[in-house]
């Protein structure tokens, strides 16, 4: 027979991202409708193993759909990453009251709530929050419409100096090991190129990019290059044409925590808001350790074990899009 749940918790862990507050007004007033109480956990699981744990109302979550970042807070913890450390999340937990745990967040945090919900047979119900579009199983994530659209309106900007200048840009975005959003910024700005992990063939890129994309037809070229710590992302790319292409005026714009603020489009706070709701219904339903996700415009459950481990492919045909539109 499984127990009732009387009162949740919901937290955000991990990079913040623009919607997160539309889900955490979804999951308050969603679960106060069902009769459950919502405690607020502050700055994630670092605030959750403190305590720092208060009550949300329908008021606490007035007036934040519009807002970026998180009221909640967020923050790494090392300590979490601990035996230790969890047992002391989980000892928190039962101080409060909680039954249930909803985490919104991106690959990272959801796995530890998996690991959290396996070591105390806890509820666990995540949402999708990162800009990265990178959770398998989820068209899309809470946060990654705006900031696609915060990194166009930053290219659009930067194309009237790289044409007034017969410039190249390369303009790195945030992505981590995926490509969404150099991709489809490219596109949508009408960048010459992206460089994304997923297409780390043998083909050089740089290479491949230069021979077809820029010539004296252009008076300007723009190429949106994904984060790497492996080859250090646009710095790297720049260098290289400054080396192996010197005929050409190279800049680097790296556009950084920008891509995390601002206030949510209209899809981020619709998303987010659907998600939150959704999450409620799935503990009603006994769902346990799925992520919430949607695909075809549909609300799916996702084992967070498939989400945070397979990898999410991107669409092979919009590299076939960007290379034509380029020419």
């Known amino acids: 027979m499984k127990k009732e749940i009387k009162t949740i918790g919901v937290l955000t862990s991990g990079g913040d991202a623009p919607g997160m507050n539309a889900a955490i007004r979804a999951v308050t007033r969603s679960a106060i409708y069902n009769g459950m109480k919502v405690m607020g956990i502050y700055r994630g699981y670092e605030g959750l193993i403190n305590g720092e744990i208060k009550e949300l109302t329908t008021e606490s979550v007035s007036n934040t759909i519009q807002r970026g970042g ?187 925590h920008l891509q995390r603020g601002g206030t949510p489009t209209a899809y981020d706070r619709i998303l987010a808001s659907r998600l939150g709701y959704a999450s409620i219904e799935a503990l009603k339903e006994g769902q346990r350790n799925v992520m919430i996700g949607i695909r075809d415009d549909e609300i799916v459950y996702i084992p967070i074990d498939r989400a945070i481990k397979k990898d999410k492919p991107i669409n092979q045909d919009l590299i076939d899009v960007l290379a034509v539109l380029s020419i």
């Open 70 to 256: 998180t009221i909640l807070k967020t923050a790494r913890s090392v300590e979490f990453t601990t035996v230790e450390g969890r047992k002391k999340a989980f000892d928190k937990l039962q101080e409060f009251g909680i039954d249930a745990l909803i985490v919104i967040g991106g690959n990272g945090s959801l796995a530890g709530a998996q690991v959290l919900a396996q070591e105390y047979d806890l509820p666990v119900i995540g949402l999708p929050g990162t800009i990265d579009n990178d959770l398998y199983g989820t068209d899309s994530t809470i946060g990654y419409d705006t900031a696609l659209n915060t990194i166009v309106e930053c290219v659009d900007k930067i194309r009237d100096t790289a044409t007034s200048h017969d410039r190249i840009f390369f303009v790195e975005v945030m992505g981590r090991d995926a490509g969404f959003l150099a991709q489809n910024s490219a596109i949508a700005s009408g960048a010459e190129a992206a460089i994304i992990p997923e297409d780390q063939t043998d083909v050089d890129q740089l290479a491949n990019f230069i021979s077809r994309g820029f010539r004296k037809s252009k008076s300007s070229s723009i190429v949106i290059v994904s984060e790497s710590k492996k080859d250090g992302g646009a710095m790297y790319y720049a260098d290289r044409v400054r080396r192996e292409y010197p005929q050409y005026d190279v800049r680097v714009t790296i556009l950084g």
